[in-house]
């Protein structure tokens, strides 16, 4: 599993009209995948990425996720994680378990730590946790490794 902190060492508005909404792909530009049950944590996800030049697809589930990365391979895909957190690593493991997600990178956003999900986490197949609050320059920096092939 990816360690953030080995990436970044000091990690301790363009709204969707609808749901599902993604924009047309830019030349060049990486699409990562916001995936959560939260219509506003995908919005601010989907607002800050785009203001990084990143095309955005936001999803409520595995299944969409999976859709999506069929139609155009997402450079990652963030998670917003959810409470009871066992029923969200549940949903990474499908979404892992998928061809079509083959080498995507998923993270998971959590306000757990490590300590707390890191077996569950592991075995769900996810890639990297970010805990929140989020460090955003940290996360800027990740998308951008995994959108330049660094996975």
Known sequence: MLEVQKLAPEVKPLPATRKNFVAPRSSGRSLVVVAGRHPDTRFMLRSLLELWNYDVAEATGPEESVRIAE????????????LPMADCLAEVERLKQSASMNGV???????????KVGPGL??????????????????????????????
Not at 108 to 113: Q, R
Not at 123 to 135: E, I, R
Request: charged share 25%; net charge negative.
């Open 71 to 82: 139609a155009d391979r997402p450079a990652a895909v963030l998670i917003d994680g959810y």
């Open 122 to 151: 592991a075995k769900s197949g996810a890639d990297g946790l970010m805990t929140k609050p989020l460090d955003f320059d940290a996360l800027e920096r990740l998308l951008r490794y995994f959108s330049n092939g660094g996975f």
């Open 105 to 115: 990178p998923v993270v998971v956003l959590s306000g757990f730590t490590k300590e």
